[in-house]
């Protein structure tokens, strides 16, 4: 199958801005979305963005797509130590039943 | 509610070896999913089911095998333990398929 793809790391300072990147495979998807998974722990849905959209903001995250590029962005504001996880982004391909994720994104927030 | 719970968390097998993961539901969801994670990989959909009485491969199926016959349990089994198999396996189920798959903890297989 095609890959969505991400870069596995991503190193901030405390209080600095994060963009983690994705590029997706399915031009037809309804929904793109962020899962976090925190350490030991299974994903967690983040947030989404409707196809139709070009910006969706939830207070400190802003979700960037680019439907011509087949690009998704996660930016969070203010980063802090709790966000540090592995962040993956996901589409449902070509179907509504099911998700393709990509292969994550790891974010060490340091101090 | 106590979302999707998974056992055993941890698992040590000796190849050749079969098991059942366990993985049930207290959110009436009609969609569950297995997935495993392997480092750097992310994640691998191995199968699905839509509803009870009905399942789907995904991208990873070989060496698995699942069913559905309540709406609360999919249980996956590894019928012949082998190397490749060692990996973190999480299941997930959703009301509206693709759309907010809530995940359980995971299940740490190690297969030697």
């Known amino acids: 199958g095609e890959d969505v793809e991400q870069s596995l790391f991503l190193s901030v300072r405390e209080g600095d801005s994060s963009v983690i990147n994705c590029t997706y495979t399915?031009?037809?998807?309804?929904?793109l979305y962020w899962y976090k998974q925190e350490p030991g722990a299974g994903l967690q849905l983040l947030t989404y963005?409707?196809?139709?959209?070009d910006m969706k903001q939830d207070q400190r995250l802003t979700v960037l797509l680019n439907k011509k590029d087949k690009h998704l962005s996660l930016r969070i504001a203010d980063t802090q130590t709790g966000d540090s996880a592995i962040y993956f982004c996901?589409?449902?391909?070509?179907?509504?039943?099911?998700?393709?994720f990509g292969t994550g994104t790891r974010l060490q927030v340091t101090l | 509610n106590a979302g999707v719970t998974q056992t055993p968390k941890f698992r040590i097998l000796k190849i050749g070896q079969s098991m059942t993961l366990q993985c049930t539901q207290d959110?009436?969801?009609?969609?569950m999913y297995w997935y495993r994670q392997d480092p750097g990989m992310g994640l691998k959909l191995i199968y699905y089911?839509?509803?009870?009485?009905?399942?789907d491969k995904g991208e990873v199926p070989n060496g698995y095998n699942v069913s559905r016959s309540t709406t609360e349990d999919f249980p996956l089994r590894l019928e012949l333990a082998a190397p490749s198999q060692t990996s973190v396996y999480f299941c997930?189920?959703?009301?509206?398929?693709?759309?907010?798959?809530?995940f359980g903890p995971g299940t740490r297989l190690t297969v030697t």
């Open positions: 997930a189920s959703s009301w509206q398929g693709a759309h907010e798959q809530y």
């Open positions: 399915d031009s037809s998807s309804t929904y």
């Open positions: 963005i409707f196809s139709n959209m």
């Open positions: 996901a589409e449902p391909p070509g179907t509504a039943s099911k998700l393709t």
């Open positions: 959110m009436n969801h009609n969609y």
């Open positions: 089911s839509v509803g009870a009485g009905i399942t």
